[in-house]
């Protein structure tokens, strides 16, 4: 029992050093991905934007992400989490706030490629250091306390966005769009500082424990992995990440997910706009309502999946209950505060969804395959934060209306559903277990 006891306590101290800070970080950074949104409400109309234009300019970001996401995780695992989390949130604040400079689409899409650029890494950089810590039965608790950071900067962003947007349009001749950019962007470069003076990049690196307590950290990783090689998914090497066929399969089940939660992310201040009010503060404080729904969603389910140790079906039902909601805020006469309810439903699926999800890839790889194949999966499943304000965007400009876009993301979670209770199937010798504890 008081072996127990010391190891909570263990656990309790890491997380509370870590989890607060990677939260920080993880709500600056989805604040500067999707503030674009709000920025939308004028700068539209200052710089003749369609929605087609703001579409694909909202999801350039994800083609930059995309293709610099991979190596930018090798690099992490080389140099160390801290160096690289910092690099990576200095550069990206600096280009957030240079975007208050665009003054056509072409220089919109430029700055939204290269933000993708500086953030590609951050989140499966983090999803991966997680494992430096973290055995496999904690890593649903902790992945959905630091993600619980997305809906928590929906529900900060938008009244502040909001508050931007109306109180500080004209200061200094600066559109508000202009000071969104800027007054949301500069406090992640002082975060990545933060970061260089705080965050250690292992158990071995952490003054802050005992010898004692950093090998009992070790102790639980080294049994995790022994574990996966007696399960049959012990994969480690480079190689082994882009030959499991899982690895391709969960990039299509986290593909579905993300259009959904892009679909909202770039488009509910739009969405209110058009049903609800026209005023940005007003539209600030209602946008947080589905962002407070999917953050309680989210730290339940995360810890129900800890709790029960099951992951398949908290993920597939998640799906399903979110590609429901969507469907249902599409039906005609479903849109103002009702469909705003439906859509708090449809982010609550989202989210729970997301809490549990990438405790399955990391139940399946480790070492140089956790790297590369976390960084392959939330890229190709990040495509979709291009593909869905673009499909969303152009479906308004040809029907003047949301319904056949909500629709196609109902589709999405539902199929991200279907597709995990498939690819998540216990194999025989995973339901046999292990036969016995390391040496």
């Not at 502040?160 to 109180?167: C, E, K, M």
């Not at 250690?200 to 307590?213: C, F, K, M, N, Y």
């Not at 992310?265 to 049903?275: A, D, G, M």
């Not at 399955?360 to 499943?381: D, E, H, K, M, Y």
């Amino acid at each position: 029992m008081e072996d127990s006891q010391r190891e909570q306590a263990i656990y309790r101290r890491v997380s509370l050093r870590l989890i607060p800070l990677l939260f920080v970080c993880y709500i600056v950074a989805y604040l500067d991905r999707v503030n674009v949104g709000f920025a939308k409400l004028g700068m539209a109309s200052d710089l003749g934007f369609s929605d087609t234009v703001y579409g694909l300019g909202a999801g350039v970001f994800f083609i930059g992400y995309f293709l610099f996401e991979v190596p930018s995780n090798l690099i992490l695992q080389r140099v160390g989490a801290k160096l690289w989390i910092a690099r990576i949130m200095i550069v990206w604040g600096l280009v957030s706030a240079a975007t208050m400079f665009v003054t056509s689409a072409t220089s919109f899409y430029v700055m939204r490629f290269l933000l993708g650029m500086a953030e590609a890494g951050f989140f499966p950089g983090v999803i991966f250091y997680l494992t430096y810590w973290f055995p496999r039965a904690q890593r649903g608790r902790m992945t959905a306390a630091f993600m619980t950071a997305v809906p928590v900067a929906g529900i900060v962003g938008g009244p502040l966005s909001g508050w931007i947007l109306g109180r500080m349009a004209g200061v200094s001749e600066l559109a508000g769009w202009q000071w969104l950019f800027l007054l949301e962007g500069l406090p992640s470069v002082l975060v990545g500082l933060w970061v260089l003076l705080l965050l250690d990049d292992g158990p071995s690196r952490a003054r802050w424990l005992d010898p004692e307590e950093r090998a009992l950290v070790q102790a639980r990783l080294d049994g995790d992995e022994w574990a996966k090689r007696e399960s049959g998914h012990g994969a480690t090497t480079l190689t082994d990440a882009f030959r499991q066929r899982r690895v391709w399969l969960l990039c299509l089940v986290y593909f579905g997910i993300t259009m959904g939660l892009y679909g909202v992310s770039f488009w509910l201040p739009q969405i209110i706009k058009e049903s609800i009010t026209a005023d940005p503060v007003a539209i600030g404080f209602i946008s947080a309502l589905p962002w407070l729904a999917g953050v309680l969603a989210m730290l339940w389910t995360g810890h129900h999946s800890d709790v029960t140790g099951e992951r398949r079906w908290h993920v597939a039902l998640a799906c399903l209950l979110g590609g429901a909601a969507f469907g249902i805020s599409a039906l005609p006469g479903a849109g103002g505060w009702a469909g705003l309810a439906a859509l708090c439903v449809a982010m609550m699926g989202i989210m729970s969804a997301v809490s549990c999800f990438w405790a399955l890839p990391t139940g399946i790889l480790s070492g140089t395959a956790a790297a590369a194949g976390i960084a392959w999966i939330n890229s190709v499943g990040n495509l979709a934060g291009y593909v869905s304000p673009f499909v969303v965007g152009r479906l308004r400009d040809l029907t003047h209306s949301m319904t056949p876009a909500l629709g196609g993301l109902a589709a999405s979670l539902c199929c991200s559903g279907l597709l995990t209770l498939i690819v998540a199937r216990p194999t025989a010798r995973a339901i046999a277990g292990p036969v016995g504890p390391p040496a």
